[in-house]
């Protein structure tokens, strides 16, 4: 079995050609190259590295030497990384280091941080920030909402504006401040309408929440102040409903009301219940909102 050595980190290998790292890294002998031929020869198997050895390969340099020099690296490398034997050494490893290693933090995140005064958000806060919408809501409209709101790309007047799409910048509801998207989704009086008639479902669903500046616009990432999953779940899906609603009665031109928001929520609670009829966490999570408040 031979890999040509200007491919051989873009091949995707056959079972039969998948081998272990410590054979590869730990023994040169188990490539060689055959006099006068551009080929690998593998005696034994070994896991090729195929992204690392593309970083660290120049092609310009001849197989012989080429082939030094990556071992040596990756080898002085996966050494220092990990400070213990190569043999413990996953592919896995390998590519969660590369990965971390080129990972650059989102601008949105860096903003969000300013804004809502956090040193950093730890790194399981993050994650749960672009899981969150997937976890606690099955309408894919109002998932791909909250990515959007996450990265910060919320069309608000004042952007707009920019655009020259719109003529004003002021505020669709109230007319009276700059629309941007801390305004139109916290501060707006017609807004703000709306959250207390949440904060109100919460109290009647017995659900004790501190709601801050950051749940509003993230959600609330950790489980743990809940009780349990579908508390925790119904609080997030209010919050991207209510934001959704919001933004919602912005595009249509019209004011929000609590009465229509009541009416949006009974909507996409009935909506659920009837295409997942048989699943739990579902019907558990619309329990927190009964049919009476129509």
Request: charge should be positive.
């Amino acid at each position: 079995m031979f890999i040509l050595h200007n491919h051989w980190y873009e091949k995707t290998f056959g079972k039969e050609q998948i081998v272990y790292l410590h054979e590869f890294l730990g023994n040169k002998a188990d490539l060689h190259m055959k006099d006068g031929n551009d080929q690998f020869y593998v005696n034994n198997t070994a896991l090729v590295i195929k992204k690392m050895l593309k970083t660290q390969v120049n092609l310009n340099e001849t197989p012989n030497r080429m082939y030094n020099n990556a071992i040596d690296d990756i080898n002085k490398n996966l050494k220092a990384w990990y400070k213990q034997d190569l043999t413990d050494i996953t592919a896995k490893d390998i590519y969660n280091h590369t990965i971390l290693a080129k990972y650059k933090k989102a601008n949105s995140i860096t903003k969000w941080e300013e804004e809502l005064n956090i040193h950093q958000f730890r790194e399981n806060d993050i994650k749960m920030m672009f899981k969150l919408a997937h976890h606690v809501n099955i309408n894919s409209k109002l998932q791909n909402f909250q990515y959007k709101y996450i990265h910060r790309i919320i069309y608000t007047n004042k952007l707009l504006c920019k655009l020259k799409m719109t003529e004003s910048t002021l505020c669709s509801f109230c007319l009276s401040d700059i629309e941007t998207v801390n305004h139109l989704f916290i501060y707006c009086t017609y807004t703000q309408r709306i959250w207390n008639e949440m904060y109100e479902i919460f109290a009647k669903a017995n659900i004790n929440v501190n709601i801050t500046h950051k749940e509003i616009h993230l959600g609330c990432l950790d489980k743990s102040v809940f009780d349990n999953f579908p508390k925790w779940s119904f609080v997030n899906q209010i919050i991207f409903l209510t934001k959704y609603y919001v933004y919602k009665s912005k595009l249509e031109a019209t004011i929000p009301t609590c009465e229509r928001y009541r009416a949006f929520l009974q909507s996409r609670k009935s909506l659920e219940l009837e295409i997942f009829k048989t699943n739990k966490k579902i019907l558990n999570k619309w329990t927190f909102l009964p049919h009476t408040q129509t």
